[in-house]
């Protein structure tokens, strides 16, 4: 599991183990606080059978008021735990922490690297990321609730032009190019994000379906051109999509519908009044792993 873009950098991790269930609980609360410094976070499986993951938090910059606020945040959660530190001089942090995470299956789709493809199964829809290339693999429960939600939304709806925003490594926008096959504008605001999607939309042979582009939010000519969209799926995080609701109902088609992501459990409420109040109504919520994806329709 991990929450960040690809970075290289001097760092320093800092790193505990715990049980999954635990792990899953100090990802979510490390994540909201460190969400304006954008710290990455990851969790790797040491040991399966005995339920050992290991939770990291890479960090610069003064680290010791760092490791004071995730002890803050443990002691909070009751789950102090013994922070042990290591010195990451310009490590490639994004490929060391998918190493060994293993593929996952949402819904019709299969997320996994190289090393996996003998492990599809028939009728799957394969979507091929590279660790080093990673951003929202389909490892993270947002991620993965979107593809089960779109899944549900093409076989009802039937779009017929569709939106990413916020494509990160394109997951979303290749998911719904091979499922629904049409055209997908897939927009992020870091130019390396957009740089790696269309290598995937590449590597997943959907280019031709898969527009990237470097886009702040809404602020771009290609979304008049291209919108109104009959579906629109945004993986953010909770703040920023509701911030951004006046521009989903003004480049959603009537009738369209939005997928929301990257929200968790006690945020859900205050993300669906943002968009009522923009004349959209709730249709699904999709519980996983502390996150949720939401459902709405204008």
């Given amino acids: 599991m991990l929450k960040q873009k690809h970075r290289l950098m001097t760092q320093t991790r800092l790193y505990f183990?715990?049980?999954k269930i635990e792990a899953d609980r100090i990802f979510a609360a490390l994540e909201t606080a460190f969400e304006d410094e954008g710290l990455p976070i990851a969790i790797l499986e040491v040991d399966e059978d005995r339920d050992i993951q290991e939770v990291s938090l890479y960090a610069d910059g003064d680290v010791d008021a760092v490791e004071a606020r995730v002890e803050e945040i443990l002691a909070g959660l009751a789950l102090s735990r013994p922070i042990a530190r290591e010195p990451v001089p310009d490590i490639d942090w994004v490929t060391r922490s998918l190493e060994g995470l293993k593929p996952v299956?949402?819904?019709?789709?299969?997320?996994?690297?190289?090393?996996?493809?003998?492990?599809?199964?028939?009728?799957?829809?394969?979507?091929e990321i590279e660790a080093g290339l990673a951003f929202g693999t389909g490892h993270h429960g947002t991620t993965?609730?979107?593809?089960?939600?779109?899944?549900?939304?093409?076989?009802?709806?039937r779009p017929l032009n569709a939106l990413d925003l916020g494509t990160?490594?394109?997951?979303?926008?290749i998911a719904l190019a091979k499922l629904a096959h049409i055209p997908v504008l897939a927009t992020d605001i870091d130019p390396v994000a957009t740089k790696v999607a269309a290598a995937n939309a590449r590597l997943n042979h959907v280019k031709a379906l898969v527009e990237t582009v470097t886009a702040p939010g809404f602020h771009h000519p290609i979304f008049a051109a291209r919108g109104p969209f009959d579906l629109i799926v945004a993986n953010i995080l909770a703040r920023p999509l509701m911030r951004l609701a006046p521009e989903m109902a003004r480049y959603i088609a009537l009738g369209g519908s939005i997928v929301l992501s990257g929200i968790l459990d006690r945020q859900r409420d205050a993300v669906i009044s943002a968009y009522v109040g923009q004349q959209f109504r709730h249709v699904r919520t999709l519980h996983r792993e502390g996150w949720v994806t939401i459902h709405l329709k204008r």
Avoid: P, W, Y
């Avoid at 003998?118 to 394969?126: D, F, M, Q, T, V």
């Avoid at 993965?144 to 709806?157: K, N, Y």
């Avoid at 990160?168 to 926008?173: D, I, K, Y």
């Fill in 168 to 173: 990160g490594s394109a997951v979303l926008a």
């Fill in 17 to 19: 183990t715990t049980g």
């Fill in 105 to 127: 299956r949402a819904g019709r789709f299969f997320v996994h690297g190289a090393h996996d493809r003998r492990k599809r199964h028939s009728g799957e829809l394969a979507i």
């Fill in 144 to 157: 993965a609730g979107c593809l089960e939600m779109l899944e549900q939304v093409v076989r009802r709806e």
